[in-house]
């Protein structure tokens, strides 16, 4: 009844009061990490400490402890209710998948799908560490060309249309098929479950070994589901100059998940809002706009100085000058 679903999410959101508190807290800091980027950009090791502790949290705070990975399954349960008869009270029985669906639905206007698939995935978060350690052994790193690259973009993006397809027919059959996505099976069943489920999840980390965010970039059916509602996002809060693509592409040789196309506009569908692009934005070592503007500046002081120097050696003479005139001038000597 009516009643008993009332009373059993309330429970349900008393027990997790401290896991929402904290949840709530995470959600903070990141929208602060958002607003505040520019700033904190220009300080690369302080934004990589950040991200790789946030990561640390998502996997193993939101994602292991908690078991909260949103899912596309989530999505078709939603539309699935819109058609036969919305019920809050259903939705409301997780509180930290409600809040994290709340929050998702705010940060697609401000920043798109990277805000969740960037920061807030767990599976992603796990992709992630895991290629970071990759990195550190020197595991050899494949680089898409270009042309396939975008032109496997599209395949999330099917399973996605698929599964949404099945299920206006039947929800039951597009959450068997669903099992594409490994969540369930890496984070939530922590690989505890049958063996072809477990071997599938696996051989999708081994890809991110070497393609970094493999599954991401190219399966992933939860973040296609983000990036078509995201295209009415409000505002474009990553900097680019009007030079990018053409005189440099470190942006989009560096970027995890080459969301920066060669002409240098950021792909606001892939981009998964790492932020390493606006440290190098701000980069004066790397970044050829910001060196020359460095070494405008060094050059406006370096001449600064000399004409300083030049002054106070005149300065310096003229005193010298007058000195010696005044000890040449005749006394009156007894």
Not at 92 to 119: D, K, T
Request: charged content about 20%.
């Amino acid at each position: 009844s009516d009643i008993e679903r009332a009373v059993l999410w309330k429970t349900m959101w008393k027990r997790k009061i401290p896991e929402t508190v904290v949840l709530m807290a995470a959600l903070g800091v990141l929208t602060f990490i958002f607003f505040f980027q520019n700033w904190l950009v220009k300080r690369p090791k302080l934004t990589e400490r950040i991200r790789i502790g946030f990561l640390l949290f998502t996997l193993f705070g939101i994602g292991i402890y908690a078991g909260a990975q949103l899912s596309v399954v989530n999505i078709m349960t939603v539309f699935s209710a819109l058609v036969g008869g919305f019920d809050w009270q259903y939705f409301l029985m997780e509180p930290l998948i409600f809040i994290l669906w709340g929050s998702v639905a705010a940060s697609l206007l401000f920043w798109g799908r990277g805000a969740y698939c960037g920061w807030l995935c767990p599976f992603g978060a796990l992709q992630e560490l895991l290629n970071r350690i990759a990195k550190a052994l020197r595991i050899p790193q494949v680089r898409v060309p270009w042309a396939l690259h975008e032109r496997l973009w599209p395949l999330k993006y099917i399973i996605f249309l698929a599964l949404f397809g099945v299920s206006l027919h039947s929800l039951a059959l597009a959450e068997r098929m669903a099992e594409v996505e490994p969540f369930k099976t890496a984070i939530v069943l922590r690989f505890i479950r049958e063996w072809p489920f477990v071997v599938f999840a696996l051989a999708l980390l081994g890809a991110g070994l070497f393609i970094e965010r493999f599954y991401c970039r190219y399966l992933c059916a939860l973040g296609a589901a983000l990036a078509i509602p995201a295209r009415m996002r409000m505002f474009e809060w990553l900097k680019r100059y009007p030079a990018c693509g053409t005189r440099c592409q470190r942006c989009a040789n560096d970027c995890m998940v080459q969301a920066i196309h060669p002409e240098g506009h950021i792909n606001p569908n892939e981009c998964l809002y790492c932020l390493h692009c606006q440290q190098l934005y701000y980069d004066d070592h790397q970044c050829p706009v910001m060196i020359e503007r460095r070494l405008k500046h060094e050059r406006q002081e370096a001449r600064a100085s000399k004409d300083s120097g030049a002054q106070i050696a005149n300065i310096i003479a003229n005193v010298r000058g007058e000195r010696a005139a005044g000890n040449d001038k005749p006394g009156d000597s007894k």
